[in-house]
């Protein structure tokens, strides 16, 4: 069994894991990046998308966050989101409405050339995310 490294995910609000697992795979703003226990020390901001992790008995897990940072240490990964949520957690109707009104926003602040076309299109991709982690259960 590879040895383990403590995962935390932590919003404002709550503790969405804080359990040993044996890799974490996050998405960072640069590319994608792995951790395993004894890994090089480093930070990173993160891009909107999925943490991938492998718990202690093998299975692989996923976590929703909506950007944030990453801090690696060789026995600890931490990240800080402003929202995050576990895979389970997402309800697929809410996420698919969320969706529908994103595209929405988007197509009215193109129309419009609308100041708010980043904001819109930034929760249409998160929205986006959220679907298709929902719907792969």
Known sequence: MAEMIKLEVVTPEKYVVS??????????????????SGHTPFMSALKVGAIRYTDESG?????FVSGGFAEALPDKV??????????RDIDVERAKSAFARAQKRVEDARAKDDID????RASLERALHRVKLAGSR
């Open 19 to 36: 359990e040993n697992v044996q890799i974490v795979v996050a998405p960072g703003i640069l590319g994608e990046f792995g951790v395993l």
């Open 59 to 63: 299975a692989e897990r996923v976590v």
């Open 78 to 87: 931490t990240v800080l989101a402003e929202s995050a949520e576990r895979r």
């Open 117 to 120: 076309f980043a904001r819109a």
